[in-house]
């Protein structure tokens, strides 16, 4: 099993960053790629960023590329999701997710099946 809990929400205006932080426990953190999901009221759950067990390879949705980044700290079993030049439309529910082995295309970072656990999600609130 692995516990995984988020933090860093908040409220923010359009244009401002937050620092989302997801700390692991249980299973050893570095042999699980992790991702950050968001789902938005009344819309599905979609894939935000994702990074391997390394924290070599990192994958990103259209809609946040160049704006979010990804990163993760093994010795601190932390996986973290900087967010800049938010925008109304990045408002949602923020869900850290891991799964085992590596992630092979950016196709298949997205697949939310592919993630076996989850935390509880963190709110983000983007004012215009």
């Known amino acids: 099993q692995v516990q995984l809990v988020e933090s860093g929400g908040g409220l923010v205006q359009a244009g401002g960053s937050l620092r989302l932080s997801c700390a692991a426990s249980?299973?050893?953190?570095?042999?699980?790629?992790m991702g950050w999901f968001r789902q938005a009221p009344g819309k599905e759950r979609e894939f935000v960023a994702a990074?391997?067990?390394?924290?070599?390879?990192?994958y990103y949705a259209d809609s946040v590329k160049d704006r979010f980044t990804i990163s993760r700290g093994n010795a601190k079993n932390t996986v973290y999701l900087q967010m800049n030049s938010l925008k109304p439309e990045d408002t949602a529910v923020y869900y850290c997710?891991?799964?085992?082995?590596?992630?092979?295309?950016?196709?298949?970072?997205?697949?939310?099946?592919?993630?076996?656990?989850w935390g509880r999600g963190t709110q983000v609130t983007v004012s215009s």
């Open positions: 249980g299973r050893t953190f570095s042999n699980y790629a």
């Open positions: 997710a891991a799964r085992l082995g590596t992630i092979a295309t950016m196709k298949n970072a997205q697949i939310s099946n592919e993630y076996a656990y």
């Open positions: 990074i391997s067990w390394s924290g070599v390879s990192t």
